[in-house]
């Protein structure tokens, strides 16, 4: 009888963007949502209260929190990474603590800046609105910083990094 000896390596992935990476430190609450939004991205409020993605000229203070796959799940089995809630669901927006979020610009650090994408660049043709980032666009307005937020590591292969939201924006 031989074994079958298996190696997981030296580092691991992070997970999913949305998914919350540490506890007990942490706030979520529960919000309307006013339009489809993804897990992982950025969220700010509406005119009406809910929840939504940032628009161009929207300010650091803006910034709620991250759509967190906290109580559902994604759609698909086999497509994890790909959940979301559609207009008018209850959304549960993390607020404070450590999240996974896919950082699509820039190379995440230990302590390094986070910006929040605000409008589309062509030459980044997968960073989205509501993405986050670490660093700032070549053209101005396209993304903010948000001083609340840092990067607690480097991302993974996935290109999915720790997001540490230091303290509530707003409620």
Known sequence: MSLNPQVIGKTMPHGYAGVYARQPDMIVNTRPAGEAVLFGQALVYNAN??????????KATDFVGV???E??????YLTQSAGGYAAD?????FQRGAINVKCQNG????????YLRLAANDTLPNAVIGGFEAAADSTAG??????NC???GPADAN????????TINRA
């Open 49 to 58: 209260g809910q929840v939504a993605l940032p628009t161009a000229g929207a």
């Open 67 to 69: 759509a967190a796959a």
């Open 71 to 76: 109580v559902k799940s994604a759609l698909n």
């Open 89 to 93: 669901e209850p959304v549960s927006v």
């Open 107 to 114: 190379t995440a650090a230990l302590g390094g800046a986070v």
């Open 142 to 147: 396209n993304s903010i910083l948000l001083p």
């Open 150 to 152: 840092e990067w607690a």
């Open 159 to 166: 290109g999915i990094a720790e997001m540490r939201i230091k």
